[in-house]
């Protein structure tokens, strides 16, 4: 994966050679295929069929930053982001997204300013290289990575590194549940995934939204130890909640949490937690290993409910690494 920068988007919604073509259009997935994470040969399929054909797609476009022309991606590129989106929405059991061709094109004109400028930010400047308005708005309600672009991107805002990204920000707008559009721009050297919706969808939403997923997990997806949990009921808090990590004999793992936000203030995303795993260790060859989380002290209310004394609720999964290759 290439070096880059992430930035996140920021604040809440209404409640991360040219080819023949064009990507004007709204992209859509091609039909909707859950992957069953209860099933290590689905997860391995899935990971070898749609994932990595994905992240190995050239990324092509056909506007240029030294002429401040914004262009457009390439089908193929559009396609393949969409593709890895949409892999990881899956995991999550959730529901695929499509690129709407408006989102799309204010994203490409975020991205060709970041490029630009070879700098990121949410409300860049009139004095930034190629600014436009179209492209500051979008920037404001985009995940942004300079370094990366493509699929290869959403495998970045995945992983969500870094220590200004604590929050996994980035992730938890991809994996949001209450989402049917994003909008994607792409140049060679930026992107920006146009993530926070203008309304909330409703859509049938998993309870919890984890990364890694419960069940059988790639070691390769593995965010070098930064985990998360987020509710798909807003009416959740996770500021008093608590992790314990095991492996599967019962050794305890050293866990350090960052705390969301307090009640109240706006949120990346869902309600949720993030936490840092610093002695994980993958399994090798075609061996598996198993971890157990815990997470307590969840605590849910109403919208009258603002002593937060309703019941704390306690939520475990657990998830088996393992080698696809192996």
């Not at 959403?154 to 209450?178: S, T, V």
């Not at 937060?308 to 475990?316: E, G, I, Q, S």
Request: glycine share 8%; proline share 6%.
């Amino acid at each position: 994966m290439a070096l880059a920068v992430v930035l996140m988007a920021v604040g809440v919604p209404a409640r991360a050679g040219q080819v023949t073509g064009s990507s004007s259009s709204t992209v859509r997935s091609a039909a909707y295929q859950p992957i069953d994470t209860g099933d290590r040969a689905a997860v391995r399929r899935a990971v070898l069929k749609r994932l990595r054909p994905a992240l190995a797609v050239k990324v092509k476009w056909d506007g240029s930053v030294a002429h401040c022309r914004s262009g457009r991606p390439s089908v193929a590129t559009q396609r393949a982001t969409l593709k890895a989106v949409n892999f990881f929405r899956a995991m999550s059991g959730l529901a695929p997204i499509t690129f709407d061709a408006k989102l799309s094109a204010g994203a490409q004109k975020a991205a060709l300013i970041m490029d630009a400028e070879s700098s990121l930010s949410h409300f860049p400047p009139r004095s930034w290289n190629c600014w436009s308005k179209a492209g500051a708005e979008a920037a404001g309600r985009s995940n942004l990575c300079l370094g990366c672009t493509g699929a290869e991107s959403i495998l970045e805002y995945m992983d969500d590194p870094g220590p200004g990204n604590k929050a996994a920000g980035h992730r938890r707008w991809l994996l949001y549940p209450y989402v049917k559009t994003m909008g994607s721009g792409v140049t060679s050297g930026a992107s920006a995934l146009r993530v926070i919706p203008s309304a909330r969808v409703q859509v049938k939403a998993p309870k919890w939204v984890s990364w890694p997923t419960p069940g059988y997990f790639p070691n390769e997806l593995e965010p070098g130890g930064r985990w998360s949990l987020s509710s798909s009921n807003d009416h959740a808090d996770f500021s008093a909640a608590r992790v314990a990590v095991r492996t599967a004999k019962g050794t305890r793992l050293k866990v350090v949490l960052h705390r969301p936000v307090e009640h109240g203030a706006p949120d990346y995303g869902s309600p949720g937690l993030v936490w840092e795993i610093g002695d994980l260790a993958l399994p090798t060859g075609a061996k598996g290993r198993r971890i157990d989380v815990t997470v307590s002290g969840i605590r849910v209310w109403n919208a009258t409910d603002t002593a937060l004394t309703k019941k704390k609720v306690t939520h475990r999964y657990s998830v088996r690494f393992f080698n696809p290759d192996a």
